[in-house]
């Protein structure tokens, strides 16, 4: 199970930190995502972390955005500064390994980016 926190509303070129906090075991084997939806788009892949701790990140977000894990907490956080009104979407996390074909989602956090 994935439970995100940490959403909520910010001004434009303010911060946030997501925090997807995972339950069961074998945590730090994941590779992890964050990705997001906004209104009327399909949901778009943001960035994620290897199990090696290996991250990417979609070009919009590079230098705004940072994925990070702390295995012995279970936990995978997303700071988010310099937000932009085009930022607003709700943020999903996603915990899998696709060697063996597992694939987990959270239920989403709102971020809304407005002055």
């Known amino acids: 199970q994935l439970v995100e926190s940490g959403g909520g509303l910010v001004q434009p070129g303010g911060s946030l930190r997501l925090s997807c906090a995972a339950s069961?075991?074998?945590?730090?084997?994941?590779?992890m995502g964050w990705y997001r939806q906004a209104p009327g788009k399909q949901r778009e892949w943001v960035g994620n972390?290897?199990?090696?701790?290996?991250?990417v990140y979609r070009n919009s977000v590079k230098g705004r955005f940072t994925v990070s894990r702390d295995n012995a907490k279970n936990l995978v956080y997303l700071q988010m500064s310099s937000l932009k009104p085009e930022d607003t979407a709700v943020y999903y996390c996603?915990?899998?390994?696709?060697?063996?074909?597992?694939?987990?989602w959270g239920q989403g956090t709102q971020v809304t980016v407005s002055s």
């Open positions: 069961g075991h074998f945590f730090s084997l994941y590779a």
């Open positions: 972390i290897t199990s090696d701790s290996v991250t």
């Open positions: 996603r915990a899998y390994m696709t060697d063996y074909g597992v694939d987990y």
